[in-house]
């Protein structure tokens, strides 16, 4: 298999399209409370665990993999790459490409 890399513009119109998809933002819990996507959910990479992440979910679907700039869910793709998930996607730029290209986040107020 090979890690996928898509664009934060093509992530966010296959959500507007599917109505759902998974997004794994691999910051540090407080680097995602500061801001996220409202899209992902938080699975910080230094307690990363894939066999738990692994259980209940579909290896074939796709998944969507977050960090601050692309470097840290590198790192966390190719780990469920090697768990045997089959579409695993890298966000290019990160966050800061997902702000940058003016996409909905969330911030700690």
């Given amino acids: ?3 996928k890399k898509i664009l934060p513009t093509a992530v966010f119109q296959l ?7 998974t997004v794994v933002d691999v910051r540090e819990t ?19 665990d894939v066999k738990g992440f692994a259980k ?5 679907g796709p998944i969507f993999m977050l960090c601050r700039s692309g470097k840290r869910s590198l ?16 966000i290019e730029g990160g966050m800061l490409a997902w702000e940058a290209c003016g996409l909905p986040v969330m911030r700690r107020r």
């Fill in 15 to 21: 959500y507007q399209e599917s109505g759902g998809i």
């Fill in 75 to 90: 790192q966390a793709a190719q780990m469920l790459d090697t768990a045997g998930f089959r579409s695993v996607y890298n």
């Fill in 56 to 60: 209940g979910r579909d290896l074939q």
């Fill in 30 to 48: 407080d680097e995602f409370a500061e801001v996220c996507s409202p899209l992902a959910e938080n699975f910080p990479l230094s307690t990363f």
């Fill in 1 to 3: 298999m090979s890690i």
